[in-house]
């Protein structure tokens, strides 16, 4: 890519650009087109992306309730802390969901928040219905775009200088690192989608390409991913398959005892 293409590219990663697609999403026969039984009420755990919080999934939020699912955001302030505490702090969260909408749920995370909604599915399995990964770099957490790895750096520091809540060194090569290092390169045990896109230069596709996953490409920006119709269009049938999975089976009518010819003699 030449220095006019990755400028062009870089300025499309722009939040205020990504949000002019809002108009084209809600317009869109992917929006509109809601059944509001198709979820089963099913609970969805939302997990932005780094440092972003639970307003950018907002309208991801809207588009499930609209279609009978349960979303609930992560509560996890801008997702700019240490990996291993947050992790903590979502397990906390899914199970309290999970308690809410009687069952395991889904966990859908975009960039940062696909990575650790991957390493909650490695840790509790049995609460997780299935995985949504949207433009997660969960091949390389290190390996994304240089301006984003600069900034969470800089956290580092200022985490060293003494400000609370925030990446710390041991995120990048201490024990953090390693454990959930570890942890992401572990085989899942639930259904997965991992979502990427040839456009994104924050997390290119060789970053988010989960072997354990179903792959799928869309042609968004990083940043308008969760804004872009064809996303929808393509989890709309894979999380209703979900949803469907998820019902308890009819318990099956049992045959009544036979009468015991002794018994009315």
């Given at each position: 890519?030449?220095?006019?293409?990755?400028?062009?590219?870089?300025a499309?990663?722009?939040?205020?650009v990504?949000?002019?697609?809002?108009?084209?999403?809600?317009?869109?026969?992917?929006?509109?087109?809601?059944?509001?039984?198709?979820?089963r009420?099913?609970?969805?755990?939302?997990?932005?992306?780094?440092?972003f919080?639970?307003?950018?999934?907002?309208?991801?939020?809207?588009?499930l309730r609209?279609?009978?699912?349960?979303?609930?955001?992560?509560?996890?302030?801008?997702?700019?802390?240490?990996?291993?505490?947050?992790?903590?702090?979502?397990?906390?969260?899914?199970?309290a969901?999970?308690?809410?909408?009687?069952?395991?749920?889904?966990?859908?995370?975009?960039?940062?928040?696909?990575?650790?909604?991957?390493?909650?599915?490695?840790?509790?399995?049995?609460?997780?219905?299935?995985?949504?990964?949207?433009?997660?770099?969960?091949?390389?957490?290190?390996?994304?775009?240089?301006?984003?790895?600069?900034?969470?750096?800089?956290l580092?520091?200022?985490?060293?200088?003494?400000?609370?809540?925030?990446?710390?060194?041991?995120c990048?090569?201490?024990?953090?690192?390693?454990?959930?290092?570890?942890?992401?390169?572990r085989?899942?045990?639930?259904p997965?989608?991992a979502?990427?896109?040839?456009n994104?230069?924050?997390?290119?596709?060789?970053?988010c390409?989960?072997?354990?996953a179903?792959c799928?490409?869309?042609?968004?920006?990083?940043?308008?991913?969760?804004?872009?119709?064809?996303?929808?269009?393509?989890?709309?049938?894979?999380?209703?398959?979900?949803?469907?999975?998820?019902?308890?089976?009819?318990?099956?009518?049992?045959?009544?005892?036979?009468?015991?010819?002794?018994?009315?003699?």
């Amino acid at each position: 890519m030449g220095v006019v293409e990755a400028a062009r590219a870089a300025a499309r990663e722009q939040v205020v650009v990504a949000m002019l697609d809002i108009p084209r999403l809600i317009t869109h026969p992917a929006w509109r087109g809601a059944d509001p039984d198709e979820g089963r009420g099913l609970g969805v755990l939302l997990v932005p992306g780094f440092g972003f919080g639970d307003l950018s999934l907002r309208l991801t939020g809207t588009w499930l309730r609209n279609r009978g699912y349960v979303p609930a955001g992560a509560h996890i302030g801008l997702n700019i802390g240490c990996t291993t505490q947050l992790v903590d702090r979502l397990e906390r969260r899914l199970q309290a969901h999970a308690e809410e909408t009687g069952g395991p749920v889904v966990l859908f995370g975009q960039s940062r928040g696909g990575g650790l909604a991957r390493l909650l599915a490695v840790r509790r399995p049995e609460l997780v219905r299935g995985l949504v990964m949207v433009g997660s770099p969960v091949l390389d957490t290190l390996g994304a775009h240089p301006s984003v790895v600069r900034v969470a750096r800089m956290l580092a520091r200022l985490s060293a200088a003494g400000l609370p809540g925030l990446l710390d060194e041991d995120c990048f090569a201490g024990s953090c690192y390693e454990t959930n290092s570890e942890a992401m390169a572990r085989p899942l045990e639930v259904p997965a989608v991992a979502v990427f896109s040839p456009n994104d230069v924050i997390a290119p596709p060789k970053l988010c390409a989960d072997p354990c996953a179903e792959c799928v490409e869309v042609r968004s920006t990083h940043t308008g991913m969760a804004l872009d119709p064809e996303l929808y269009e393509l989890l709309a049938p894979r999380l209703a398959a979900w949803a469907r999975e998820a019902e308890p089976a009819t318990e099956v009518e049992r045959a009544p005892e036979p009468v015991s010819l002794a018994s009315t003699a």
